[in-house]
T-cell receptor, first 115, second 116 residues
Framework: DTEVTQTPKHLVMGMTNKKSLKCEQHMGHRAMYWYKQKAKKPPELMFV???????INESVPSRFSPECPNSSLLNLHLHALQPEDSALYLCASSQGFLMNTGELFFGEGSRLTVL | KQEVTQIPAALSVPEGENLVLNCSFT??????LQWFRQDPGKGLTSLLL?????REQTSGRLNASLDKSSGRSTLYIAASQPGDSATYLC???????????????FGSGTQLTVLP
C-alpha cells in the first residue's frame, strides 16, 4: 500500500468557518508534510512532522493549525481563512525526515475554496 | 540556495514521439532527485527517484538520468501517448546537516501535451 489518503477532496468555506483537512497513510512512514499549491505553481512546504512532533513551520499564519494525533494521521485545522488561502492542499509522507533519502509520496489533495 | 529550473514550461508533441524533459539545479550537493507527474487539480504521483550515487533509473517507458557535476537531470519518455499529458515536476533534496524547509526544492514543471 503506497497510498496517502486525503479528505475531503473539495471544501468550500466562509471566512468565519472552522474546518479541518485530514490525511492518512499506512506505510509506516514517520514523516508527514503539508504543502500548499496555487494554480500553475510548484507545491510550497507549510509544515513537517517527524515522529509526531512538529519539525518545521514555514512561517505559516496561525489561522492554519496542524495536528498529528498519531503516526498515521495528520490534520490541518482551518479557521478565519482569507480568500487568498484558496488553493490545493497536499499531504505527503516519507520514511523519515532529516536523513531520509527515500521517496516522497503525495495524496490527491484537498481543493479549498474560501468565499 | 538551491534553485531548480525546468525548461520548457510547456511542450506539445504528436503521439508516438520520444521526448526529453529537462531539470537543472544549482547546488550539486544533493541526496536525490525525484520526478513527479501531476494531472490537473490532482496530487503528485512519484515516477522515478534517483539517488545521488546513481546515474539513471528506468520504469517502463520512462528513463531518468542524473548528472550531478553539471547539475542536470533528464526525463526521457518513449513512444509518447495522449495519456502522458500532464505536468511533470522535478524535485531535488539537498544534502544538509540539519532540518530545513529548503531541504526539498521543486522546479516549476513542464506542462506536456501529447496530441492524438
Amino acid at each position: 500500500d503506497t497510498e496517502v489518503t486525503q479528505t475531503p477532496k473539495h471544501l468550500v468555506m466562509g471566512m468565519t468557518n472552522k474546518k479541518s483537512l485530514k490525511c492518512e497513510q499506512h506505510m509506516g512512514h514517520r514523516a508527514m508534510y503539508w504543502y500548499k499549491q496555487k494554480a500553475k505553481k510548484p507545491p510550497e512546504l507549510m509544515f513537517v512532522y517527524s515522529y509526531e512532533k512538529l519539525s518545521i513551520n514555514e512561517s505559516v499564519p496561525s489561522r492554519f493549525s496542524p495536528e498529528c494525533p498519531n503516526s498515521s494521521l495528520l490534520n490541518l485545522h482551518l479557521h478565519a481563512l482569507q480568500p487568498e488561502d484558496s488553493a490545493l492542499y497536499l499531504c505527503a509522507s516519507s520514511q523519515g525526515f532529516l536523513m531520509n533519502t527515500g521517496e516522497l509520496f503525495f495524496g490527491e489533495g484537498s481543493r479549498l475554496t474560501v468565499l | 540556495k538551491q534553485e531548480v529550473t525546468q525548461i520548457p514550461a510547456a511542450l506539445s508533441v504528436p503521439e508516438g514521439e520520444n521526448l526529453v524533459l529537462n531539470c537543472s539545479f544549482t547546488d550539486s550537493a544533493i541526496y536525490n532527485l525525484q520526478w513527479f507527474r501531476q494531472d490537473p487539480g490532482k496530487g503528485l504521483t512519484s515516477l522515478l527517484l534517483i539517488q545521488s550515487s546513481q546515474r539513471e533509473q528506468t520504469s517502463g517507458r520512462l528513463n531518468a538520468s542524473l548528472d550531478k557535476s553539471s547539475g542536470r537531470s533528464t526525463l526521457y519518455i518513449a513512444a509518447s501517448q495522449p495519456g502522458d499529458s500532464a505536468t511533470y515536476l522535478c524535485a531535488v533534496k539537498r544534502r544538509i546537516s540539519s532540518g530545513s524547509a529548503r531541504q526539498l526544492t521543486f522546479g516549476s514543471g513542464t506542462q506536456l501535451t501529447v496530441l492524438p
